[in-house]
């Protein structure tokens, strides 16, 4: 079983300039004081992130792998569903940068988070 799986991950839309994912938020999401692992915010946002760099990849021999990650939790969240929305700032040959938001089910932005990937190749 992968991540994305595990933390019942689901792409909504992907497109090389959006991707929207989902992820519910239960009790294995939780720290010990009741509210979302911050690490997830990051897993989150990463996969978002990297999965709109693979789009914009025009050689199959490559994937999209992150290289840095900044993220900054806003808004604490204990339940629900939370949706990431990325989008990239920059698409270079070998470099993008992404940017993502993170809102609850009330629209609320509980985390923000900027990615840098490069271009890899398969092995």
Do not use: F
């Not at 900044?70 to 940068?97: E, F, Y």
């Amino acid at each position: 079983m992968n991540l994305i799986d595990l933390l019942n991950i689901s792409v909504q839309s992907q497109t090389p300039e959006q991707v929207i994912m989902t992820m519910p938020v239960t009790g294995k999401h939780l720290q010990p004081y009741g509210v979302l692992h911050g690490g997830l915010n990051g897993v989150l946002i990463e996969t978002a992130c990297s999965q709109g760099a693979l789009l914009n990849l025009h050689d199959s021999a490559k994937h999209a792998v992150g290289i840095d990650l900044q993220v900054n939790h806003l808004a604490p969240v204990s339940s629900g569903t939370i949706t990431v929305i990325a989008k990239p700032n920059r698409v270079g040959r070998l470099i993008q940068v992404w940017e993502a938001t993170i809102y609850d089910e009330q629209n609320t932005i509980t985390s923000v988070g900027r990615c840098t990937l490069t271009a890899i190749t398969n092995k």
